[in-house]
C-alpha cells in the first residue's frame, strides 16, 4: 500500500513562491509517473504537471509553463513542485498522484486522472491579490 502526503501549501501574495512537497511511503516510487493535479471551489480537478520516471521528462500545464517547476529526490521517495509568480487563480487544493510508468504512453496519457493509481489527500495553496 502506498501513501501519499502532501505538504508545503499555505497563504501568500501575488507574485510570491511555495515550494509543494509530495513524499510517499509505503514503497519506492521510483519507476512511477507523479504528477500534479489542483482543484479550485466549484471547478473540474485539472492537471498541473507530471515527471516521468522514463527519462525524467516533466510536462506542465500551459497556464503553469515558466513558473512552475518539478523535481524529485529518488533517495527521499519525494516530489517537488516549486511555484514562482503564483496568481490568485492558482488557489486551489493541490493533489499528487502516482501511477507506475509505462513507456509505450506518452507524456499526454499522464494528463488525465485516470491512469493515477495512488492519491494524496491533497495541501491548500491560495494566492491573495
Known amino acids: 500500500q502506498v501513501q501519499l502526503v502532501e505538504s508545503g501549501g499555505g497563504l501568500v501574495q501575488a507574485g510570491g513562491s511555495l515550494r509543494l512537497s509530495c513524499a510517499a511511503s509505503?514503497?519506492?516510487?521510483?519507476?512511477?509517473?507523479k504528477g500534479w493535479f489542483r482543484q479550485a471551489p466549484g471547478k473540474a480537478r485539472e492537471f498541473v504537471a507530471a515527471?516521468?520516471?522514463?527519462?525524467?521528462?516533466?510536462y506542465y500545464a500551459d497556464s503553469v509553463k515558466g513558473r512552475f517547476t518539478l523535481s524529485r529526490d529518488n533517495a527521499k521517495n519525494t516530489v517537488y513542485l516549486q511555484m514562482n509568480s503564483l496568481k490568485p487563480e492558482d488557489t486551489a487544493l493541490y493533489y499528487c498522484?502516482?501511477?507506475?510508468?509505462?513507456?509505450?504512453?506518452?507524456?499526454?496519457?499522464?494528463?488525465?486522472?485516470?491512469?493515477?493509481?495512488?492519491w494524496g489527500q491533497g495541501t491548500q495553496v491560495t494566492v491573495s491579490s
Open positions: 498522484a502516482a501511477d507506475p510508468d509505462t513507456p509505450r504512453y506518452s507524456g499526454s496519457y499522464y494528463y488525465r486522472e485516470y491512469p493515477y493509481d495512488y
Open positions: 509505503g514503497r519506492t516510487l521510483k519507476y512511477y509517473v
Open positions: 515527471i516521468r520516471w522514463c527519462g525524467g521528462s516533466t
